[in-house]
């Protein structure tokens, strides 16, 4: 019984070590990076990296100070998936909600 006080605690702490990171995208790096926010006017970002994965997107304020006010927002992103098809996810956002289109691509 002793032996069981003194090996639980010892089995709960090697399974709650720290899981080693790893994978494809775990040394991904930063290939781009843009980003134009001064908030006026509107702002737009882009980003890419060494795995395939790609994001831009702008937006602006739509009817400024009226009853009517609303952001726009357009962009896209892109990334590869595990079957390596790369799928990219265009998108708008606006007073009518998020509306995505999705396409799919071999490489």
């Given amino acids: ?3 069981l006080f003194v090996l639980l605690p010892l089995l709960v702490i090697v399974a709650a070590r ?3 990171g790893g994978g494809p ?3 991904a790096t930063i290939l781009k990076y843009d980003n134009d926010n001064i908030g006026v006017d509107g702002y737009n970002f882009a980003f890419e990296t060494s795995n395939g994965i ?3 997107e702008e937006g602006k304020l739509n009817n400024a100070g009226s009853e009517n006010e609303a952001m726009e927002v357009h962009g896209s992103y892109s990334y590869t998936d595990v079957t390596g098809k790369k799928i990219t ?3 708008v956002a606006d007073e009518n909600g998020y509306r995505p289109q999705t396409s799919l691509s071999r490489k």
């Fill in 1 to 3: 019984m002793k032996t």
């Fill in 18 to 20: 720290p899981q080693k």
């Fill in 25 to 27: 995208d775990a040394d």
């Fill in 54 to 56: 790609a994001h831009q």
């Fill in 89 to 91: 996810v265009t998108f």
